[in-house]
Antibody, heavy 122, light 107 residues
Framework: EVQLVESGGGLVQPGRSLKLSCAAS????????MAWVRQAPKKGLEWVAT????????YYPDSVKGRFTISRDNAKSSLYLQMNSLKSEDTATYYC???????????????WGQGTLVTVSS | DIVLTQSPTTLSVTPGETVSLSCRAS??????LHWYQQKTNESPRLLIK???QSISGIPSRFSASGSGTDFTLNINNVEFDDVSSYFC?????????FGAGTKLELK
């Protein structure tokens, strides 16, 4: 069974940093592109980052580019999101997600974690 | 960026009805359009992939169609369990974008 378990969320002051983690199990982690998707309270979904199987390619929307860094450790089946220079508008539940098809970042998000809440406030 | 416009924002229906949810793209995206269901306080779930392809484990009352810029999600014989928000997403080009969602309510 595919499982994705996020951790690392919490309350952080504006301008500070936070690192999220996602522990994956139930599949061969190194075969799949992985992603982070966030959802502000009572709002819709926003794709935040995707990383290729090897980690050599990463993709971000302009809203987080230069502030957020997605990375992975295939040996540990773990995904990370380093968030720097946090803003109040980054407040959201952050989901770890797995792309559906092996080695293809254009496929949809077939599996999602339960999410971890990040609150940016002074 | 490709903008996805979903309509209506909210849909109030009677159990047993058939409903259609719309998702329109600002640029042609072929069939790189996917639908997700999200129940309150739950993670999203993939419902339909590549505009019309079904997903294992998803009830057959969910179907979808479309290509290019116009897409539709159909729910036949709506059940109480279908009360959710429905989001479309495109993976045609970066940045991947989602629609704002349609909230399905029951009368």
């Amino acid at each position: 069974e595919v499982q994705l378990v996020e951790s690392g969320g919490g309350l952080v002051q504006p301008g500070r940093s936070l690192k999220l983690s996602c522990a994956a199990s139930g599949f061969t982690f190194s075969n799949y592109y992985m992603a982070w998707v966030r959802q502000a309270p009572k709002k819709g979904l926003e794709w935040v980052a995707t990383i290729s199987t090897s980690g050599s390619r990463t993709y971000y929307p302009d809203s987080v580019k230069g502030r957020f860094t997605i990375s992975r450790d295939n040996a540990k089946s773990s995904l990370y999101l380093q968030m720097n220079s946090l803003k109040s508008e980054d407040t959201a539940t952050y989901y770890c997600a797995r792309h559906e098809e092996k080695n293809y970042g254009g496929s949809p998000f077939a599996y999602w974690g339960q999410g971890t809440l990040v609150t940016v406030s002074s | 960026d490709i903008v996805l416009t979903q309509s209506p924002t909210t849909l109030s229906v009677t159990p047993g009805e058939t409903v259609s949810l719309s998702c329109r793209a600002s640029h042609s995206i072929g069939t790189n359009l996917h639908w997700y269901q999200q129940k309150t306080n739950e993670s999203p779930r993939l419902l339909i992939k590549y505009a019309s392809q079904s997903i294992s484990g998803i009830p057959s009352r969910f179907s979808a169609s479309g290509s290019g810029t116009d897409f539709t999600l159909n729910i036949n014989n709506v059940e109480f369990d279908d009360v959710s928000s429905y989001f479309c997403q495109q993976t045609q080009s970066w940045p991947y974008t989602f629609g704002a969602g349609t909230k399905l309510e029951l009368k």
